[in-house]
Each structure stands twice: as C-alpha cells, then as structure tokens.
C-alpha cells in the first residue's frame, strides 16, 4: 500500500478535513436514505412523556440553561459560593476590589507574555 | 491528478475511512458486549456468527431493514439523519490524521484541529440530532449531557497536550498527532518524570474517555430509570441504528486514540510488519478491556456525583500531568 503524507498548514489543513467529513457526511445521509426506503411509522406520532398528555408541558419546567447552571451550581458548589460571598458582598468596593483584580491580574498575564513573546 | 483523487476517495470511503471504521466499531462493540457479560456471568452475544461476532451487525440491519423510524409530530427525521452524519463523519475523518491511514494528513499543531473534529463537530452534530426529535426527557438528558462536556473536554485537551509537549523538541511538524504517534512510545522510557506525567494523563484520558461515550458510571445523559432514555427517548429504526453505530465508531476511535497518541501504535515496529500489527492490536485490545472492565465495575452516579468524579480523576492528573510535563521540558 503506497504510503503518503500530506504536511499542509493548520488553516488548510482544517479547511480539507472539513471538506472531506461534508463528503463523508453525504454519503453516510445518501445510504441510510437509500436503505430506510419508506418505512416511517404513521401511528402515534405524539410526544413520548411517560403516557402523559402534552398538557403536562403547559405547566412551568425549568429552562435548559437553568438545569445547566443548577448541574454546575451542585457540581462546583465550594468554587460557586466562594465566588458568591467574594463578589455579591453587598458592598460596591468589595465588588470594584475583586473585578479590578481578577481585571489587573489578567493584563499582568498579558504584558509578562508580550514580554517573552519579544525577547524569544 | 485523478489517480490522487481516487486514492482519497479510497481511504475516506475503505481504509481508514467509513468502512474500515464501521467494521473496527462492530468489532469493538462485540468485545465490549463480551467482556462485560462475563464479568456479569452471562454469555453474551452466541449465536450470529462464530462466537457471536456478527451479532452487533445483525442489530444494527434489523434496526435499519426491519424497525419502522417513528416521526413523531414536532420531529424533523432528515435533521437527525444529517445530524448523526455530520457526528460520525467527524469521527472518520479524525482517523486520517492517524499513522494508521495510509494517506495522512498533518500540520503543526493538528491536535487542535483533531479536537476541532473530534470535540466540536462531534458535538454540533449529536446536538443537531438530538433537538431533531424535542421532548422533555431529550431536553433534560442534552443539559446532562451539555453539563459533562463542559468538563470532559478540557480534560481530553490537557491529556493529549502531554505527550504533544513532551515530543515538541525533537520531532516536526511540531505538535502534530503524526509526531506524537511515532514518538510517545519512547517518553515511557525517558525519564521518571516523563514516565509519571505520561500515566497521569493516560489515566486521565481514559477516564475522559469512559464519560465521553456514556459508559457507566457517566451514563448519566441516558439515565433510564430517571428520564426514560434521556437524549435518545424518541429514536427509533433507523435513526437509533445510526445513533448505536456511532456510540461504536466513537468507542473504537477514542481505543485507536489513546493506542497512538499514548502507548504508540506499532512503534517501533512498522506497521506493515507482523510484529508492528500483533502489537497494534494487542494494544488496541488492551485499551478496550479497560474500557469495558470500568463500564462493568461500576453503577451509575448522579450528575453532580459524575461531574465531581471527572474532576477528581481526570481533569485535575491532567492538569498535574502538563505541569510536569512542562516542568520536564524545561529541565
């Protein structure tokens, strides 16, 4: 089998694997239409909620992004209320205190990699 | 000019490409089903094929030939259809810029398009196909599923920067999988530091890996006793039949990926050599054992217990891992 490299930049190299998986992707959508043929159920086209009637989704559910934040709140709750408690103080130069340094921290991350960026 | 277009069109449909991974999946999957029945006591698959090494295939023909794909009223089937393509030709692809493709493709700093591939396209297409069918419990498993990738990703991304880190001086194109592959073999033997931060991140990519693919005990988006079967509650036919053979393609892939990228393929051996190829499947093998060992040792935590435990065991010996390797580099 005749072995060959391609060593290409990132950017084209993107762009030609992309290219290749809409390819790819084509085929695999063409085959799964071809084979499916027509067998698609007609009966029971309702929403599958454990029996219940779609009446159920009037009441108010929580949001997808609520169920996020409420998973990351559980999840990384330590980290969360300790955030909490540093900026919501109740105090504006406690909240002017913690922006201004998370803000001077990261402009000191920048300059010191400006600085290595030029003497490298 | 033509005979190069053919040649492409070759592996991205047969070798590396669609079928080879189709095969390599239902293979992988067989073992897993194997494996995980005889830590449980029970046969596995028996019947189709010699020791039931068809049957993976003969669910798959069933769902596609046989089950009606139910449309459901606020359902778009093509949607999931393009979807799922879109999720597993990301899959495929990524295998191009595996040693084991005979036509590879690299750049410096390709790890970023493989995640590019691998992480982003993967999930924009399972996202796709997942909104195609709405519905309560689908909504609440994607938010499950949302809230893993948040941490899973990162994890994956610091674990394959490892060995990227460790072969950037001595190999080019720089941070590429090509080099990586060719090399990682050897930073087991370098130095005890290369040798702790290569096993913390082998460690943590295989955790990462485990919760990528849902297996237990980061089942957590399908959770059947709590949401039926979370992202997946509305397929059906054909539509689950290709949500099942890229559960497969992933597995398989993300087995081809740590054999590369952290125990080294074939390396030293070639590939197109006895020893070189007993060694890649020895390898592969061992990693799908892991796998399927982990999936049948533990039950299903909580989301909140199942993010925590990502974090624990793979996103912090990560993190440890590229600061040793970083601390290595610079002694």
């Not at chain 2, 070639?270 to 890649?280: A, E, K, P, Q």
Request: proline share 4%.
């Amino acid at each position: 089998m005749m072995i060959q490299i391609w060593i290409l930049d990132p950017v084209t190299l993107s762009i030609v694997v992309s290219g290749l998986m809409l390819f790819v992707a084509l085929v695999i959508a063409i085959v799964i239409s071809l084979f499916r043929g027509g067998k698609i159920s007609t009966e029971g086209s309702e929403m599958y909620i454990g029996g219940e009637n779609e009446d159920v989704l009037k009441y108010r559910v929580p949001s997808v992004i609520a169920l996020y934040w409420g998973i990351v709140k559980r999840a990384w709750r330590k980290a969360f209320e300790y955030l909490r408690d540093a900026v919501h103080t109740g105090v504006l130069n406690d909240w002017y205190g913690f922006m201004s340094s998370w803000l001077g921290f990261l402009l000191l991350i920048a300059l010191i990699a400006i600085l290595v960026y030029l003497i490298m | 000019m033509i005979n190069e277009y053919l040649y492409t069109l070759f592996v991205a449909i047969v070798f590396p490409g669609l079928f080879f991974m189709i095969a390599i999946a239902l293979f992988s999957e067989w073992f897993y089903r194997k494996v995980v029945a005889r830590m449980q006591n029970r046969m596995g698959p028996a019947y189709t094929g010699p020791m039931g090494i068809l049957q993976p295939l003969a669910d798959i023909l069933k769902l596609l030939l046989v089950k009606e794909v139910k449309k459901q009223r606020y359902s778009s089937l093509i949607l999931a259809e393009v979807g799922m393509a879109i999720a597993i030709a990301s899959i495929i692809v990524s295998v191009f810029m595996l040693p084991i493709s005979p036509l590879r493709f690299s750049a410096p700093y390709d790890i970023v398009v493989l995640l590019y591939l691998y992480a982003v396209w993967h999930f924009i297409g399972l996202a796709i196909a997942v909104l195609a069918y709405p519905n309560p419990f689908v909504i609440a498993g994607l938010s499950r599923l949302i809230a893993l990738t948040v941490v899973i990703e990162p994890a994956i991304f610091s674990s394959i920067l490892v060995p990227a880190i460790l072969t950037s001086t001595n190999c080019l194109p720089i941070y590429s999988i090509l080099c990586i592959s060719t090399n990682s073999w050897r930073l087991w033997f370098n130095s005890p530091l290369t040798f702790i931060s290569m096993f913390l991140a082998l460690l943590s990519i295989i955790v990462a890996t485990q919760a990528k693919l849902g297996l237990k005990p980061f089942d957590i988006p399908e959770a059947e006793q709590e949401l039926i079967a979370g992202h997946i509650t509305e397929y059906s036919g054909s539509i689950l039949a290709l949500y099942n053979l890229l559960h497969d393609i992933k597995l398989a892939f993300s087995a081809l990926l740590i054999t590369y990228l952290f125990l080294g393929g074939p390396y030293p051996y070639r590939h197109l050599s006895i020893t070189g190829i007993t060694l890649l499947v020895i390898k592969y093998i061992a990693v799908l054992y892991i796998l399927s060992l982990l999936r049948a040792s533990f039950g299903r935590r909580r989301i909140d217990q199942g993010i925590v435990m990502i974090m624990k065991y793979s996103l912090i010996p990560s993190i440890a891992a590229l600061l040793i390797s970083i601390i290595t580099l610079i002694i």
